[in-house]
Every structure is written in structure tokens, then in C-alpha cells.
């Protein structure tokens, strides 16, 4: 079973653009969720805040007009309260925020993205690699591994 990708973004985000565009490059397929749609639900936050290792912390932007503005004590919500909170003002979130079924990444980092390139990819991709087949073997991150291999 493929693992689903979804981004959740927001319409004038350049970073999010980056992020969908960087997905495309890669032929990679992924589910854009608006974090102004009615399908932004509980379960999305739940999942969000379970995968992200510092909570709150790593999903909420303390520099949005909301937070700035409300006098907000995070840590004293409940998990119910906080969803709630979050469905509420949605751009209290920072984004681009991408999940599969193992990791979470916010914002755009082109260096952390490669981790959602899907495994089998990969492995593809350092197989030709291997085999001197890259079309882009001359340029390509994996050479020199496969080179110190075979040493």
C-alpha cells in the first residue's frame, strides 16, 4: 500500500507553492488539504499534533495575528480544547505542513523533503546510481557512496 502524503496549505503561502511544486518535480503524488476547508477536521490535528515531536510548539505559529493578539495559554488547554482551538483559527497553524503515515515536516527545507521520496524510489535511484545508469551520474548525491562501496 502507497503511502499517503498530504500537505496542508494555505492559498498565499509561498512555501507551500514550493513544497507542491517540489512534489510535482518528483512525480510524487500527494493530497492538498486547505487549512481553510471545511475538510481540515479533528482527526487531521490529532494526527498532526501526534507526529510532531514538540507539539504545539513545532505547529503554531506564535507570530500569527491571533496569538499576538489573545491571550492564549496553550499548555492549559486540554487536547480537545487545543483541536478546537486550532479548527476554530486555522492560521494559527504554520505552514506548509507535510504528513505521511511515519513523519511530519513543517514548512518547506529542501534538504529534510527528500525524506517523504518514497522507499522504493530510492532504492531505484541508488541502483542506477550504482550501475553508473543515472542520467545524471556526473552530478548525482549517490555516486561516491556506491563508489566507496565497491572499494
Not at 500537505?7 to 512525480?27: A, L, Q
Not at 482551538?85 to 513523519?103: A, E, H
Not at 543515472?134 to 565497491?150: G, S, T, V
Request: glycine share 2%; with cysteine.
Amino acid at each position: 500500500m502507497d503511502t499517503m502524503i498530504k500537505i496542508y496549505t494555505s492559498p498565499s503561502c509561498s512555501s507551500c507553492r514550493k513544497v507542491k511544486k517540489w512534489f510535482e518535480d518528483h512525480k510524487i503524488e500527494y493530497v492538498e488539504k486547505s487549512i481553510f476547508s471545511a475538510s481540515l477536521n479533528e482527526k487531521d490535528i490529532y494526527e498532526i499534533l501526534e507526529k510532531s515531536e514538540n507539539g504545539t510548539e513545532d505547529i503554531i505559529s506564535t507570530k500569527s495575528k491571533i496569538m499576538k493578539e489573545g491571550n492564549y495559554d496553550l499548555e492549559k488547554m486540554s487536547m480537545s480544547q487545543l483541536v478546537k482551538f486550532i479548527l476554530d483559527n486555522p492560521t494559527v497553524l504554520k505552514r506548509p505542513i507535510i504528513v505521511d503515515d511515519n513523519k511530519i515536516q513543517i514548512g518547506y527545507n529542501s534538504e529534510e523533503i527528500r525524506a517523504f521520496i518514497p522507499e522504493e524510489i530510492r532504492r531505484l535511484v541508488r541502483l542506477a546510481c550504482a550501475k553508473g545508469a543515472c542520467e545524471r551520474y556526473e552530478f548525482c548525491e549517490h555516486k561516491d557512496d556506491f563508489n566507496n562501496q565497491n572499494t
